[in-house]
């Protein structure tokens, strides 16, 4: 079993509509997570991390799930330009290392 | 905003030379990492540094070696390329202060093709 599982996808969506995706972990130690978004050929650049009780950064909301061991990103109202690869990543306490999804790829239509 | 440079966005080398991978970030963080990515496989830790003339191995450190001389700088050496290392490699760097969670900035990324 992977460290890190995401649904690779791709998720076809229609413009303005509202997309959710998990990730799961397998360390149930792991302290910190954050979503990164990586577009075609680029650089992963992080999107936003993942507290406890829950986040929101305009249209998207991140959530996490200590008890099933799962993380997610929601994305509300989406636009074009939100097509990308959504990457999860944790991190096990006191160490320097992340552990990486493979990513989920979304693909959003006009 | 963080900047991190790699020395090259694309590079041909041939099975059996030497290859060095440039990182360069100033930021002064403290911690530096070099991944390889992957079509399904997502970002492989090769090898980390959390502070200058230090390194740790990551979880593919065969074939490869890191050089951290300066805390701004950051090298990959491929000793004898193989045709199996023909990947994306990306560089990154995290500060440790205010704690020890903090986001990885990466580099644009060296397209590496060994023929």
């Known amino acids: 079993r992977k460290e890190v599982e995401q649904d690779p996808g791709p998720f076809n969506v229609p413009e303005g509509a509202t997309v959710a995706f998990n990730c799961t972990y397998s360390n149930s130690a792991s302290q910190s997570f954050f979503w990164y978004r990586q577009d075609c050929r680029k650089e992963p650049k992080l999107l936003m991390s993942?507290?406890?009780?829950?986040n929101e950064d305009g249209r998207f909301t991140a959530q996490l799930n200590r008890a099933s061991q799962y993380i997610s990103l929601l994305i509300r109202d989406s636009k074009l330009s939100d097509s990308a690869t959504y990457l999860c990543v944790v991190k096990p306490d006191s160490n320097y290392q992340l552990i990486w999804g493979a990513g989920t790829k979304l693909i959003i239509k006009p | 905003d963080v900047k991190v440079t790699q020395s090259s966005r694309y590079l041909v080398k041939r099975t059996g030379e030497k290859v060095f991978l440039e990182c360069v970030q100033d930021?002064?963080?403290?911690?530096m990492f070099w991944y390889r990515q992957d079509p399904g496989l997502g970002l492989r830790l090769i090898y980390f540094s959390y502070d200058v003339k230090m390194k740790e191995k990551g979880d593919i450190p065969e074939g490869y070696s890191v050089s951290r001389e300066k805390k701004e700088r950051f090298s990959l050496i491929l000793e004898s390329a193989s045709t199996n290392q023909t990947s994306m490699y990306l560089c990154?760097?995290?500060?440790?202060?205010?704690?020890?969670?903090?986001?990885?900035?990466f580099g644009d990324g060296t397209r590496l093709s060994i023929l």
């Open positions: 993942v507290y406890s009780s829950g």
């Open positions: 990154a760097s995290s500060s440790i202060r205010q704690g020890n969670h903090q986001p990885q900035h």
């Open positions: 930021m002064d963080h403290e911690n």
